[in-house]
């Protein structure tokens, strides 16, 4: 597959996936005015409101939440995925303290290869657990992120793989595409648990109730469907980040090394308690095989081509 095709396909996945949280949003609110209109069925519920026999009030207010929390997270993405814990802009400038001249040169370095056109944001996480992400809309709207942890125990090579698969995240257009699942997976469920304990009511009709019982499922059917989708997004983009890393780079070997050092550090600490960011797990370099990621086995056998 060429590049502009991956692009390409990166994009259309993109737009999917906000037309699915849209459409999600939309359905729920159809359920909470067929228990507001204690509808005496589920389907006349449905014609009743989308017919506009009766005001389907709280479906368009749940359409413009979810056009609204769609901008607000392209808007702020930045601020959100960094929430959690203390981080810092690391600029271009020639006074910078030894780790972030370290990640600095490291950084302009992979960009140079990388021949990116604009350069993205910067940032030093102050975290004791080892990972990196890149997030944003556009390679002009982007940027990357270490933990410090991470910046102090890999080598300047390894450190250099990490930010070339991070890189290659930006230059596949599908770091849009992450952050849009990890930040509207997690607003999308908080709607759907509050509209089911807001409209619990007394409505005895036979269509109020199927809603009702609807919007319970989809409490437990949303996170399913949440988790698959970052499952099978975040594990073939990785892939594909790895194998960029690897081409600027010209050599697997300085990623591979920094994955086995990333993953002994999981390994000997849980650090579920100290990462208290939910949005941007998917978005990590390095996460748990069975939700997000790939297994690191997995990951080295791609690298060298078996």
């Given amino acids: 597959m060429s590049f502009d095709m991956i692009i390409r396909k990166n994009i259309v996945k993109t ?4 037309g ?26 449905f014609y009743m409101l989308l017919s506009l026999q009766v005001f389907p009030l709280i479906t368009v207010l749940a359409g413009l939440a979810a056009v609204g929390v769609i901008w607000y997270s392209l808007s702020r993405f930045d601020a959100i995925m960094l929430e959690g814990d203390a981080y810092e802009l690391i600029p271009e400038s020639t006074r910078l303290a030894p780790l972030q001249a370290r990640i ?11 021949g990116f056109r604009v350069a993205p944001r ?29 910046a102090q125990t890999l080598s300047d090579q390894e ?12 230059r596949h257009g599908d770091v849009r595409l992450t952050m849009c699942v990890g930040i ?14 807001m409209f619990l009511g007394n409505n005895r009709s036979e269509g109020a109730q199927k809603a009702r019982t609807i919007l319970l499922i989809l409490q437990f059917v949303l996170p ?34 920094a994955l086995k050092k990333i993953s002994d550090n ?35 056998r791609s690298l060298y081509g078996q």
């Fill in 266 to 300: 999981y390994a000997r600490y849980d650090f579920s308690q100290v990462d208290t960011n939910p949005t941007r797990k998917a978005a990590y370099i390095f996460g748990d095989a069975f939700s997000t990621h790939p297994s690191l086995e997995n990951r080295i």
């Fill in 15 to 18: 737009y999917a996936a906000l």
């Fill in 184 to 197: 509207l997976s997690n607003i999308l469920l908080l709607v759907c648990n509050s509209a089911v304990w």
């Fill in 104 to 114: 600095r040169n490291a950084f302009d370095d992979v960009l140079m290869r990388a």
């Fill in 159 to 170: 450190l250099k793989a990490v930010l070339a698969h991070e890189l290659s995240h930006i």
């Fill in 20 to 45: 699915l949280y849209i459409a999600i949003f939309v359905f729920v609110g159809l359920l909470v005015d067929i228990v507001r209109i204690d509808a005496p069925s589920l389907e006349y519920g």
């Fill in 122 to 150: 910067l940032y030093l996480i102050d975290a004791p657990y080892m990972n990196a992400f890149a997030s944003g809309w556009s390679e002009e709207n982007s940027l990357v992120a270490v933990t410090s942890k991470l």
């Fill in 224 to 257: 399913l469907l949440t988790l698959w989708l970052q499952m099978f997004l975040s594990r073939s983009r990785e892939y594909m980040a790895d194998a960029g890393s690897a081409y600027l780079m010209h050599n697997p070997e300085p990623l591979v090394s």
